[in-house]
């Protein structure tokens, strides 16, 4: 994979705050074109993430490249060519909407005036109204406008979705792929709110303690994390059954095993274990697949 | 179209899924288009990226056919093609069932018995589970 | 450095200051209204009273209203380097493709702007009380303490808010360094007041600039909470 292809492209990149990592060893690759999902509880890093991505914030060790530039170094440049959204919206209060909008316009090479005023028509802007009288979702949704009409490459949103109501949410996302829809834009973006990254990301990315979990596409994901039920005569499961498994829990003789490479070998490996016999295998969406990696990474500690 | 965001089953499926079923049932007339990627992907709000992954899926079992610039079309012997696929899913329904009902301990005649019980019932007009 | 957001930022600094600024001179010729109250009686009691007491008098008021524009110098340039770090907002520039230097260029270009707007009331001030008064033109003198005490004000301000994030609090320390520094050559020099206008213009030019350009350097190497 060419780093023409890419996106993002991070190695090694760790970012400690008061002692304690806030990111550790983070080991990105996106491509162009495709929607990454960054999940994973609060405080696990992915603003923090996100920020460095944006240059907000200087790494203290690794290399970050996006869009081919450096975060630190091409900062003007990569504003020009991504999109931020982040998760708390502190835009000019005292300004009206018109005139954050064309405040903001003003600095940027691209402005798709058309889309812009498209846009607030759809999102019920008034162009009159004080940034501070807006609610929440106003704001989220003049936010994602002032980051998708200057044309950019890449959309970085952290939580953009974050205490939104449903009605509210679906418009964003709306928002979102009327823009984004198939012009080899890529789309980052961090989220509390599974279902939306099970609907839009082709990839995601399980964060939990500043540490990547899991870097794998939705469907592999999906078909491929299995929880397995299983009834284990002496109450306790040979290390090698549990070894690379996702998570283990185990109550009394039933044991709940979950992995992350689900197939006919898998079960069979299982199988071949005297003593243990297979009950049925469970399919999992992306919330519970989340969680069990959260928990079994707690429960190796 | 509804899909479930929270289910187990990859988005790209269900949709290949839905529109499977929807040709067996005539939703879907040979000859006619399927909506556009974007329109799609917009009306459901998902990733375009997946609505394309359904539509290819659908085109590698030959229920659709692409025709440059203008579309997806569904097939002739689409409807042949559907019909065999959920015959296909209905029966991997049947072994889930089954495996579970062997699970909690049902003999075989019970579970036969089951079965007809609910075949009549539900011809006989009423969706009981 | 691109005119284009210099242009777009300097609008935005020129509308931040906006309310801080008309306040201010608003409340600037307070004193006069005072002094012109007071010279309106005396003239009522006694017509014939002396000119020059009644020139001395409005001298006052003129000087006054001149140490008054410094505490409203001090306010404008206080706001304009904080308020956007109490709200946050410096947050959502830093989202936007400017360079740090470009920022600079406009805050220096809005507060020379409105500091000379004060200075040229001022003398505007002047010009008419004089018209009518004969205090006596010691306008070299005037616009030399103005402008030196002007440039330690600024100076002072520029640093402090720089470096603090209230504007309360910049411009109470911009105000402070300044009366500090003017009573402590007052009072060393209490004896023998020789030499001590040019001590005075060449510390408050001194130090004014040196300030500036102090607050500046920190202003170019501070990354706004992003």
């Not at chain 1, 890093?45 to 790494?59: D, H, Q, S, V």
């Not at chain 1, 939990?208 to 299995?226: A, M």
């Not at chain 3, 300044?178 to 009573?183: F, K, N, S, T, V």
Request: with cysteine; aromatic share 8%.
């Amino acid at each position: 994979m060419t780093d023409q292809s890419l996106a993002i492209r991070t190695g090694g990149v760790t970012k400690v705050f008061r002692r304690s990592p806030a990111v550790s060893k983070l080991k990105l690759e996106v491509k162009k074109g495709t929607v990454f999902g960054f999940i994973g509880p609060n405080g696990a890093g992915k603003t923090t993430a996100i920020k460095m991505l944006m240059g907000l914030l200087k790494p203290d060790a690794g290399e970050i490249s996006v869009l081919g530039l450096d975060p630190q170094k091409d900062f003007e440049e990569l504003k020009q060519r991504v999109g931020y959204v982040p998760e708390q919206h502190l835009e000019y209060r005292w300004m009206r909407v018109g005139e954050l909008i064309r405040f903001t316009s003003s600095f940027y090479d691209r402005w798709d005036e058309q889309m812009c005023r498209q846009l607030v028509q759809q999102f019920k802007l008034n162009e009159r109204d004080k940034v501070k009288w807006l609610s929440k979702g106003m704001l989220a949704k003049l936010s994602l406008l002032l980051a998708v009409c200057h044309e950019p490459e890449m959309l970085l949103l952290d939580e953009p979705t974050g205490g939104l109501d449903p009605l509210i949410r679906e418009e964003f996302l709306d928002g979102v792929l009327r823009t984004v829809g198939g012009e080899d834009q890529t789309v980052f973006f961090s989220s509390h709110t599974i279902s939306d990254v099970q609907r839009f990301a082709d990839t995601v990315g399980i964060i939990n303690d500043g540490e990547l979990l899991c870097h794998l596409p939705v469907e592999t994901l999906l078909s491929g994390t299995k929880r397995i039920r299983l009834v284990v005569e002496s109450g306790k499961l040979p290390e090698e059954a549990v070894i690379g498994a996702v998570y283990c829990h185990t109550s009394g003789r039933e044991s709940l095993l979950t992995v992350g490479d689900f197939g006919p070998a898998a079960v069979e490996k299982l199988k071949s274990f005297a003593g243990v016999k297979v009950l049925e295998v469970i399919d999992m969406g992306l919330e519970e697949i989340l969680k069990d990696y959260i928990r079994g990474r707690r429960q190796s500690i | 179209m509804v899909i479930d965001p929270n289910s187990h089953v990859p988005i790209f499926e269900q949709i290949a899924a839905n529109i499977r079923t929807g040709i067996a049932a005539g939703v879907h007339q040979p000859g006619e288009a399927l909506p556009s990627l974007r329109a799609l992907a917009l009306e459901l709000t998902v990733n375009p990226n997946t609505v394309k992954r359904a539509y290819e899926t659908l085109e590698r079992e030959g229920l659709v056919v692409s025709r440059r610039g203008v579309g997806l079309f569904v097939t002739d012997d689409a409807v042949n093609i559907a019909r065999g696929k959920a015959d296909q899913a209905v029966k991997a329904l049947f072994a889930r069932a089954v495996t579970a009902a062997k699970a909690s301990g049902l003999i075989e005649n019970d579970i036969r018995g089951t079965f007809e019980k609910a075949l009549k019932d539900v011809s006989a007009g009423g969706d009981k589970p | 450095m691109k005119m284009q957001n210099v242009m777009a930022l300097l609008r935005k600094d020129m509308r931040l200051s906006r309310m801080v600024f008309l306040g201010g001179v608003a409340m600037w010729p307070m004193p006069m209204w005072f002094t012109l109250a007071v010279v309106c009686k005396l003239y009522m009691i006694d017509p014939a009273a002396s000119g020059r007491s009644l020139a001395r008098i409005a001298g006052q008021g003129v000087t006054a209203c001149m140490m008054l524009s410094g505490l409203m110098v001090a306010m404008v340039v206080g706001h304009l380097m904080t308020s956007e770090r109490a709200d946050r907002s410096s947050a959502f520039l830093s989202y936007l493709p400017f360079s740090r230097r470009e920022a600079l260029v406009s805050k220096i270009m809005t507060a020379l702007a409105l500091a000379t707007a004060f200075l040229l009331l001022n003398i505007v001030l002047r010009a008419v009380v004089l018209h009518f008064t004969d205090m006596g033109s010691y306008w070299r003198e005037y616009i030399i303490v103005m402008l030196a005490c002007g440039t330690l004000i600024f100076g002072s301000t520029w640093l402090a808010g720089t470096c603090f994030r209230s504007g309360a609090i910049a411009t109470a320390a911009g105000l402070a360094v300044p009366i500090a520094l003017w009573m402590s050559l007052w009072l060393s020099h209490f004896e023998e007041p020789t030499g001590l206008f040019l001590l005075f213009v060449t510390w408050s030019v001194g130090l004014g600039v040196f300030f500036f350009i102090a607050g500046s350097t920190v202003f170019l190497k501070q990354r706004p909470e992003g």
